[in-house]
T-cell receptor, first 112, second 116 residues
């Protein structure tokens, strides 16, 4: 069935390190793809999205490219900050629906 | 803009009692809201879709008599966990669409339910 798989955390990095959080999905079509971030004590916030193949979503220095060949939507950031510490969720929109399917979340801890 | 609140943020109750969780869209009208459940270190699982003025649509395996959803206005949806048991302890999260059929859901901060 439809699913989203993302790398297990926690991911621990030093400030200014390069970040990659892998995300792959299953789909029969070309669903919209999302990255949500959940800061401690807060609700999920949309970080970025891409609605079609080869689109690149970007926000706050984070980027992710919709790769249909590899059914992936990996999240990257060139230089992380302590304030980026949070849980990151990859998600896809269900085919012909506004419902979202989420990955299990990846906790990122950035140390000074 | 597009802020969603939940109340309460935490609740502890005794087994057998019912608990109501509120989800409000503060600065927009939401014809559609969603209720999720999140287990520790697990993904969010969609429980039901709540449409203003009509019955909620439940996902497979979710007991509609156990988890009562009411979406009485364009800014408020409530989830009532009836006759709660310890296995109902979880983190419940709501979200809302600010436009019908929109891609982006706006999430509330969640409610931690603990059933003793």
């Amino acid at each position: 069935g439809d699913s989203v798989t993302q790398m297990e955390g926690p991911v621990t990095l030093s400030e200014e390190a390069f970040l990659t959080i892998n995300c792959t999905y299953t789909a029969t079509g070309y669903p919209s793809l999302f990255w949500y971030v959940q800061y401690p004590g807060e609700g999920l916030q949309l970080l970025l999205k891409a609605t079609k193949a080869d689109d690149k979503g970007s926000n706050k220095g984070f980027e992710a490219t919709y790769r249909k060949e590899t059914t992936s939507f990996h999240l990257e950031k060139g230089s992380v900050q302590v304030s980026d510490s949070a849980v990151y969720f990859c998600a896809r929109r269900m085919d012909s629906s506004y419902k979202l399917i989420f990955g299990s979340g990846t906790r990122l801890l950035v140390r000074p | 803009g597009a802020v969603v609140s939940q109340h309460p943020s935490r609740v502890i109750c005794k087994s057998g009692t019912s608990v109501k969780i509120e989800c409000r869209s503060l600065d927009f009208q939401a014809t559609t809201m969603f209720w999720y459940r999140q287990f520790p270190k697990k993904s969010l699982m969609l429980m039901a879709t709540s449409n203003e003025g009509s019955k909620a649509t439940y996902e497979q395996g979710v007991e509609k008599d156990k988890f009562l959803i009411n979406h009485a206005s364009l800014t408020l949806s409530t989830l009532t966990v009836t006759s709660a048991h310890p296995e109902d302890s979880s983190f419940y999260i709501c979200s809302a669409l600010d436009t019908p059929g929109a891609d982006t859901q706006y999430f509330g901060p969640g409610t931690r339910l603990t059933v003793l």
